[in-house]
């Protein structure tokens, strides 16, 4: 059975338009993953996406998660509670656009509505802008968390472009 | 009558036989603190091999033979893999299948409760499914040991665990299961 879904691209073009979120609450910090460690990106694909129909990588093999994983233009960053890994996001750089895409973004079913997310994001973008870029871009679609969206515009990110797919 | 009460026992002795290596198997897990072994393990087609010690409940300690040192802890609580290339990940036991594996009550409550399958003989072999994993646990059919758990997920990633060279409760230094640093 057909579902329909509405994908909303955003976007960020000045580090100045970012609104940061308020701490969370409890003891986190943000780690890149160097050297790159395609377990770490096959972990999150699988524990955050379940619930949200991330399935286009499911299929993967370990030498397609490596070549991806290890892909130059990747920066994977984790989240960690209490030293304990509790999300992700994965940034693009794309040279010739001067623009960093989020590719992937989320957190862990038991570390989600803490205020994370907001605090992760904030991270993701004043990351992006410390390379020379013009803006800052993602997409999510009404499949992703229901406070996706709304972290997205709390930040200062603007949709540029809507469009409703079916799958 | 008698012959009532001798096709009664006929009928129910292969169950009578079965429910005895339940039994036994349950009386060794309930006999078991700790486990040191070795270990050899097939991840979707990739061996890996070294040792590992098991305490009861939810507490393991694994050194990898290569992959750079690689060595896999629970305390009980969290589940850290540090290799010495500078990797080192914390995860929440429960995310793992080991949170069910490295349990021993829940594995004996399921076992009471599951059908068993003996193959050819030589193994015994539970089957259960715990948040979209399939977990097969293999007993050894002679002396009833654990000898290895197969874990697949609900994207087909298989992880075969063989354990060999077994020694039961061993006396263990104390903090053997303390998680390690960061550096």
């Not at chain 1, 960690?80 to 890994?85: A, I």
């Not at chain 1, 968390?145 to 469009?163: F, P, Q, S, T, V």
């Not at chain 2, 309930?30 to 061996?47: D, P, V």
Request: with cysteine.
């Amino acid at each position: 059975m057909k579902e329909t879904i509405v994908r909303n691209y955003l976007e960020i073009k000045s580090i100045n338009c970012l609104i940061e979120s308020v701490s969370p609450q409890v003891e986190c910090s943000t780690h890149i993953v160097k050297p790159d460690d395609f377990q770490i990106n096959k972990f999150f694909y699988k524990n955050v996406g379940k619930k949200h129909k991330w399935i286009d990588r499911l299929t993967w093999s370990e030498k397609d998660w490596i070549k991806y994983s290890s892909d130059p233009r990747l920066d994977t960053y984790i989240l960690k509670v209490k030293d304990d890994l509790a999300g992700y996001f994965e940034l693009i750089f794309h040279s010739k656009l001067q623009e960093i895409e989020i590719a992937y973004f989320g957190l862990l079913e038991e570390y989600q509505n803490k205020k994370l997310g907001g605090y992760m994001l904030t991270t993701a973008i004043k990351k992006s802008f410390k390379k020379d870029v013009k803006r800052v871009w993602v997409h999510t679609c009404s499949l992703d968390h229901k406070n996706a969206l709304d972290n997205y515009l709390a930040r200062g990110m603007k949709i540029y472009k809507k469009e409703t797919i079916r799958i | 009558m008698k012959r009532f009460f001798l096709l009664l026992i006929i009928i129910n002795f292969p169950n009578l036989g079965l429910a005895a290596i339940k039994d036994k198997i349950i009386n060794n897990l309930n006999s078991i603190e700790n486990l040191s072994f070795k270990f050899e393990q097939n991840i979707n087609g990739k061996i890996e091999t070294g040792d590992c010690v098991i305490q009861y409940p939810k507490k393991i300690f694994c050194r990898y033979d290569k992959l750079n040192n690689k060595i896999l802890v629970s305390n009980g609580t969290s589940l850290v893999i540090k290799t010495n290339n500078g990797n080192y990940y914390r995860y929440r036991i429960e995310r793992t299948p080991l949170n069910y594996i490295l349990d021993k009550n829940f594995l004996i409550q399921e076992i009471q409760n599951l059908k068993e399958r003996v193959v050819d003989n030589k193994f015994v072999n539970f089957t259960f499914f715990k948040n979209e994993n399939e977990i097969n646990i293999f007993f050894d059919a002679q002396n009833y040991e654990l000898i290895g758990w197969q874990t697949l997920d609900i994207y087909q990633n298989l992880n075969i665990t063989y354990l060999y060279t077994i020694r039961k409760n061993q006396i263990l230094e104390k903090n053997f299961f303390k998680l390690p640093p960061i550096n």
